[in-house]
């Protein structure tokens, strides 16, 4: 597989990238690359004697977007820390199915994550195991002619599948999300992506904030974001 990853920023200290879709941050499969992979190999086809690639966040294998990675332990430990407690903020764009009644709101529910299918769903407060999941949504625009809205998703909790579950248990599923929409007729990738992320530099102090805009299947194939005006979206206020 030659997958070539766009680097966004990098320095000594950390680096700043796309995830395209489909490629997992992390897998277990000998055969299948995965982004921690990917940017050793590009480390190494630049010569550079540090390897090292550090987690700190993470995006669903469908799900494309800006990602940070740190490139020492010491990066690393901070920028786990942003994220762990909230301080990394996180925006996303989703394309879901319908449109929601108000423009704008919270969605807040309690999570139960099962680790045997790899799934979350809501269940009742109290249920044991489960985390609490809130976020905030707003409808930038609509296609009526798709049904289907473009909402920018701020989280303010950070749990597994959160978007993709809470957004379904809403009544707004995304387009493409063969997991939790079984019934979706899109064909694409996931609507899903990570448009922006800000943290503090974990050595300087330094505020630093990077995006991006989506270019998966499911946006190119029926919502491209930066036509969408011009191909009938109809703006939301």
């Known amino acids: 597989m030659n997958?070539?990853?766009?680097?966004?920023y990098e320095d000594q200290?950390?680096?700043?990238?796309?995830?395209?879709?489909?490629?997992?941050?992390?897998?277990?499969?000998?055969?299948q690359l995965d982004m921690e992979s990917l940017l050793r190999n590009y480390f190494m086809e630049k010569g550079?004697?540090?390897?090292?690639?550090?987690?700190?966040?993470r995006l669903d294998q469908p799900v494309e977007g800006v990602m940070v990675f740190a490139r020492n332990q010491r990066a690393a430990?901070?920028?786990?820390?942003?994220?762990?407690?909230?301080?990394?903020?996180?925006?996303?764009?989703?394309?879901?199915?319908?449109?929601?009644?108000?423009?704008?709101g919270v969605l807040e529910n309690?999570?139960?994550?099962?680790?045997?299918?790899?799934s979350s769903r809501v269940v009742t407060q109290g249920t044991p195991g489960a985390k609490h999941a809130k976020l905030t949504y707003e409808t930038e625009n609509v296609y009526k002619g798709q049904d289907i809205s473009l909402v920018r998703v701020q989280l303010l909790t950070g749990r597994h599948h959160q978007i993709r579950?809470?957004?379904?248990?809403?009544?707004?599923?995304?387009?493409?999300?063969?997991?939790?929409?079984?019934?979706?007729?899109r064909e694409a990738s996931i609507g899903l992506c990570a448009v922006k992320i800000a943290f503090v530099h974990p050595i300087t102090g330094e505020s630093m904030e990077f995006a991006v805009e989506p270019q998966?299947?499911?946006?190119?194939?029926?919502?491209?974001?930066?036509?969408?005006?011009?191909k009938g979206l109809e703006t939301r206020i």
């Not at 997958?3 to 966004?8: F, G, N, S």
């Not at 700043?16 to 897998?27: A, D, E």
């Not at 550079?48 to 966040?57: I, Y």
């Not at 998966?216 to 011009?230: D, H, M, N, P, R």
């Open 48 to 57: 550079e004697e540090n390897l090292q690639v550090f987690v700190v966040h």
């Open 216 to 230: 998966g299947q499911a946006f190119q194939s029926f919502l491209l974001v930066s036509e969408a005006i011009s």
């Open 13 to 31: 200290d950390l680096l700043v990238c796309r995830k395209p879709p489909g490629i997992p941050v992390q897998t277990a499969k000998l055969a």
């Open 165 to 185: 579950v809470q957004m379904a248990y809403a009544g707004h599923p995304l387009a493409g999300d063969r997991k939790y929409n079984a019934g979706s007729y």
């Open 110 to 118: 309690y999570l139960l994550h099962d680790r045997k299918t790899n």
């Open 3 to 8: 997958q070539k990853i766009e680097i966004i």
């Open 77 to 104: 430990a901070e920028l786990s820390r942003q994220s762990r407690e909230r301080q990394m903020d996180k925006t996303y764009l989703a394309l879901v199915e319908g449109i929601f009644t108000e423009p704008f």
